[in-house]
């Protein structure tokens, strides 16, 4: 017997996504409703390979009573109304807000590293889902850690404007275009124009000097893996449409050779290790859309 999953915030790019691997690994749903705000109400979504079309339900209107999950990729401001009335009516929210991540009563899971700790979501009947750049850090620190105990992580990120939604990407685009053609283009979405440039400023800045962004890194790899484990990030938005990459500094506590790393990391589940040192033997953010493995190039 199948589950009866619904997709909150199915019309914006995460939501797309999620219905995507849905359908790709074939995960066993019987029924799926998508559920975005009141304005995308009545229009229809794709599904799956046989192009089944999917009616949007508006969700102030939305019954959870009766389904198994509701995955949610709306923003914190609606996970806030409606996370917990999903909960408490017995459909399980896995949200990909950043709204319960620190919430010591909801797990912040990804599976590669800590699905031991997915029980304690009983306790709320969430499930946390954590920022982009810690999820594909962890899952290549976790083993490393396991073998050598690591006590210090230096990060910096190259974050596609993926990140920033639809809004992002399209400002990218047309800043591109304009530039090419010599028309003006004022950042709307960034701080700073993104087109043929990097701005190191993801999220709001915080008293410390940090951005949020920055923050989410350290805060939730330490909630995640080891709160022992020493954090520095530095995150960029770069240029690219889709893709985050990060170069990544380690100090563990217990001798490990480079090729040690590499063998651990080649078996690595979610990894897949990528370490050709010539001319393009190297993974770029283009080669890596689409792919689900976190792509691995260790240096000594």
């Known amino acids: 017997m199948g589950y009866r999953i619904v997709v909150v915030g199915a019309t914006g790019n995460v939501g797309r996504e999620i219905l995507n691997i849905l359908a790709e690994r074939e995960f066993p749903a019987d029924e799926v409703a998508v559920v975005a705000s009141p304005s995308s109400t009545g229009d229809e979504i794709e599904y799956g390979e046989t192009g089944q079309m999917l009616r949007i339900r508006n969700i102030e209107h939305f019954d959870f009573a009766g389904?198994?999950?509701?995955?949610?990729?709306?923003?914190?401001?609606?996970?806030?109304?409606?996370?917990?009335?999903?909960?408490?009516?017995?459909?399980t929210v896995i949200d990909?807000?950043?709204?319960?991540?620190?919430?010591?009563?909801?797990?912040?899971?990804?599976?590669?590293?800590?699905?031991?700790?997915?029980?304690?979501?009983?306790?709320?009947?969430?499930?946390?889902?954590?920022?982009?750049?810690?999820?594909?850090?962890?899952?290549?620190?976790?083993?490393?850690?396991?073998?050598?105990r690591i006590k210090r992580v230096v990060v910096s990120t190259y974050q596609s404007v993926s990140g920033a939604g639809k809004a992002g990407m399209d400002e990218l685009f047309e800043q591109s275009r304009n530039i090419f053609v010599g028309d003006q283009s004022e950042p709307v979405k960034?701080?700073?124009?993104?087109?043929?440039?990097?701005?190191?400023?993801?999220?709001?800045?915080?008293?410390?000097?940090?951005?949020?962004?920055?923050?989410?890194?350290?805060?939730?790899?330490?909630?995640?893996l080891d709160p022992k484990i020493k954090v520095t990030a530095t995150c960029v938005r770069v240029p690219v449409f889709v893709g985050h990459s990060e170069s990544i500094n380690i100090e563990?506590?217990?001798?490990?050779?480079?090729?040690?790393?590499?063998?651990?990391?080649?078996?690595?589940p979610g990894?897949?290790?990528?370490?050709?040192?010539?001319?393009?033997?190297?993974?770029?953010?283009?080669?890596?859309?689409?792919?689900?493995a976190y792509l691995c190039q260790p240096r000594p």
């Open 67 to 91: 389904w198994d999950m509701a995955l949610f990729a709306a923003g914190s401001e609606v996970s806030k109304l409606y996370a917990p009335k999903s909960a408490a009516a017995g459909c």
């Open 96 to 148: 990909n807000s950043s709204l319960y991540r620190m919430d010591p009563d909801v797990p912040l899971i990804v599976p590669e590293v800590n699905a031991h700790a997915i029980d304690g979501y009983r306790r709320r009947n969430i499930i946390a889902n954590p920022n982009c750049s810690t999820a594909q850090m962890v899952v290549a620190l976790k083993p490393l850690h396991d073998f050598a």
């Open 190 to 224: 960034f701080t700073k124009q993104i087109a043929f440039n990097v701005i190191p400023h993801i999220d709001v800045f915080l008293d410390d000097g940090s951005t949020k962004e920055e923050w989410k890194m350290v805060v939730e790899t330490k909630k995640i």
């Open 252 to 268: 563990f506590e217990n001798e490990i050779s480079a090729k040690k790393a590499q063998s651990i990391l080649r078996e690595a």
């Open 271 to 292: 990894v897949m290790l990528v370490d050709k040192r010539e001319d393009g033997g190297y993974v770029t953010p283009v080669e890596a859309v689409g792919e689900y």
